[in-house]
Structures are given as structure tokens and as C-alpha cells.
């Protein structure tokens, strides 16, 4: 009889934990279609608020690329820092540099008389100039800087400035002789450099002799 009693109350367990699951998911089935009509409802509301939507023709207009920072341009930057490496200061004194003949020739340390003697004798053909007549101090200072700057990119070996004079100067005082001498001897590339012969300009210009 109590073994009866057992199973019975088993089997009534059994049911209602069969009803409490069949009733959970009628709950989380009404759910779902709950949410589904809501979702269709909200969705039916947006299309009648905006109406009928169409995509736009192409215009034919290119897009406007996005603009980036510029790289910082480091050849630029090499560059300056070279110009300021070669800038020429007018307070060097050469005049303890320069040979004391009356041209006031001068070699580098390290190059042989010889070699200022061909200079002097013109064994080497000029093959470019620049004259600096007229020009300003600072404007002569440039010129020259870039003039030799360009000669060394040539190849370039013997060259000849024109500095003039003086004669047009205040008090006719060459002041160009005296600075184009300083400037020279500063620049690493001129291995010497003597007054020009009469024929190539005598006292108003060097002949200047760059490394090979």
C-alpha cells in the first residue's frame, strides 16, 4: 500500500513539473511574438515617417581626398642644416692665412707650393666665373657660397670671382677684395687661390683652385 502511495506522488511531481515547463515556454513564446509585432510596428512607423526613400544618381563630382599632415620634409631639413654648416662669417681673420707676397695667395695646409705656383701661372683652365660687382655684402656673401656650392657639384676645378677694385666704392676702398679672400679660406672645398693674372682680371679677381 505505502509503495502505491510512492508512485502516485512521483507521478503527480512528474506532471506538474512537466506543466511548469510547457507553461514556461508558452510565456517565452507569447514573448517572442510579442516582440516580433513590436518590431514590425516600429519598423512600419519609420518607412511612413520618412516616405518612399530613393539612392541619390551619381553627380559626377570627384570626392574631396581627406587632407593629411605634410611629412616633414627631411631633405629640406639636410639641406638647411648644410647652409648653415657653410655659412661665412665676416669676422674671420685670414689675413694670418694668406702668403705675404703682394697677391696675398693662399693654400691650404697640406698642398704644395707647387701647386700655387701652377695656380699663379695659369696651368689650370678657368671654367667658370662670378662677378660680384655691384652687389651688396651680404648679397656677394650668398653668391658666392652658392657659387662654389654648385662648382663642387660640377666637378668643377679651377674658377675665377670677379670682386672688383673698388673704384666705385665709398673712398674707392675695395671692400670686397678683402671679404671674397676671408670667405674663401673658410670654404673646405677651396684648396687655394691666388690674384688673377692682367689678362684675367688682375687685382679685381681670384683664380681659385677646388678639390678634385
Request: aromatic share 4%.
Amino acid at each position: 500500500m505505502s509503495g502505491s502511495i510512492k508512485d502516485f506522488a512521483a507521478l503527480k511531481s512528474l506532471r506538474a513539473s512537466i506543466k511548469a515547463q510547457e507553461e514556461a515556454r508558452k510565456a517565452a513564446e507569447e514573448e517572442r511574438q510579442r516582440r516580433e509585432k513590436e518590431s514590425r510596428r516600429d519598423a512600419e512607423l519609420f518607412r511612413r515617417s520618412v516616405g518612399n526613400v530613393q539612392p541619390l544618381s551619381p553627380n559626377g563630382k570627384a570626392e574631396t581626398p581627406v587632407q593629411h599632415p605634410l611629412p616633414i620634409a627631411r631633405q629640406r631639413m639636410a639641406d638647411e642644416q648644410a647652409a648653415l654648416e657653410e655659412s661665412l662669417s665676416d669676422e674671420f681673420n685670414v689675413d694670418t692665412l694668406l702668403d705675404t707676397d703682394h697677391e696675398l695667395s693662399y693654400a691650404r695646409p697640406g698642398i704644395s707650393g707647387d701647386i700655387l705656383r701652377k695656380l699663379r701661372r695659369g696651368n689650370w683652365v678657368i671654367q667658370a666665373q662670378l662677378d660680384l660687382h655691384g652687389m651688396r655684402r651680404e648679397e656677394a656673401r650668398e653668391a658666392l657660397a652658392e657659387f662654389l656650392r654648385n662648382a663642387v657639384k660640377r666637378g668643377l676645378r679651377c674658377v675665377r670671382v670677379i670682386h672688383g677694385k673698388g673704384l666705385g666704392s665709398v673712398n674707392k676702398e675695395p671692400v670686397l677684395k678683402s671679404k671674397v679672400r676671408s670667405w674663401l679660406v673658410q670654404k673646405e672645398e677651396v684648396i687655394a687661390f691666388c690674384q688673377a693674372r692682367a689678362a684675367d682680371g688682375g687685382a679685381g679677381a681670384l683664380v681659385v683652385l677646388l678639390k678634385a
